[in-house]
């Protein structure tokens, strides 16, 4: 059964630029002339009782204003929105609660919107509390509370008046991880109850783990609809290629952390230039990323094929070089390097004028989301270096899933009774 139905809905904001007003103009209330934003472009959606749908998107793509339209606080401009039951939203921070009064004289509003009398409220108020976990600080006005306080008294009355659906845009991020995670139970306990949710965030990995389905809003448009894990994905690829586009437009340069001391040694040798040094006998005269299809990119998925390509130029004969790579993070942390030599890589001896690529292939680049520095070096067996680029280039890792620390070790979970 469909308990919400969305068709072809478009909604539009005037926006008024700002510019230099007369006095006059002011007095006779004259406003500058407006432009119009389409927010959402002849959106369609339906969904049925007891289904958990994720909507995803880029800042400013319409997620919110839908929530709006399906809350009721805003109005399309053309098209239909049908919602059948008893709705319960928790959106932006603030909205639906009244700064002056205490979090108690707040909940009895709340909850009286939402359709409940007063002894249902009365029956429900010590849960919510206690849910809360806002203890005293229930008698003080909300003006008061952090914007954590808030979402714990926001969540606490949108679940506790039980729902039939539930439209939750972006706020559970504010919590700490305990509230957070209890607010996770907590809709996956709705959700088994038969609750319909509409859950907007950027926390793709709760996505996943509680949506049946999820969305994809892009341009004020629909562009996907289906299995949270294909559509995830697609959404993910698609931002590691537009951050890919600007990094590249930008030829991003990053600066490790400065708070890390440099090795003093090291600043000896740096003759030249203050991330490059060596004789350059080799020169390594470009370093390109690309993925297994010879796309150049900066942004990767985890576990995505990376190639780090460096063309070089030989200015003498060189018998033995060595060419090696290292990755840093974003502070200074080794991620791994190696060289030619360590790997037992023979490389064939240069020719003065020789010209090539040393390709370093990573078929499974098993990092975890964040910032990458990379090294690049061609020195000979002993260390001498002809051309050494210091964290000159970097690399973005983006996952869908939230595990921490540095690389992804290969690993099985085995559970045994005993
Ligand atoms: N009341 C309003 N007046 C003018 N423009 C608005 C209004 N509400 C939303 N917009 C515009 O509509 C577009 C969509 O906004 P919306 O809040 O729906 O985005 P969102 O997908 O929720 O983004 P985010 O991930 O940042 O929360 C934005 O460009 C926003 O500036
Ligand atoms: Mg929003």
Redesign the pocket.
Known sequence: MEVIQVSNVTKS?K?YKERASTLKERILGRRNKAEV?T?LDNVSLTISKGETVGLL??????????LKLLTGILYPDRGTIDVEGKVSSLLELGAGFHPDFTGRENIYMNAAILGLNKKEIKAKLNDIITFSELKDYIENPVRNYSSGMYMRLAFSVAIMVEPDILLI??VLAVGDTAFQQKCMDQLLKLKSNGTTIVF?S?DLGAMEKLCDRVVW?NNSKVVDDGSPRRVIDKYLTYLSEEENKRLIEEDMVIEPDSSVPIDELEVEEKNETANRWGNRDVEITDVIFTDGQNNKKLGFLSGERMHIKLKFRAKKNIENPVFGVSIVTINNIHCYGTNTSIDQFVVKDLKQSDQGEMEFVVPSLDLVSGTYLVSVAVHDINGNQYDYHDKKYSFKVSSTINDVGIVKLKHIWRFREI
């Open positions: 904001f926006i934003f927010a998107g880029r800042n400013g793509s319409g997620k919110s204003t839908l845009d972006e907007v950027h809003i």
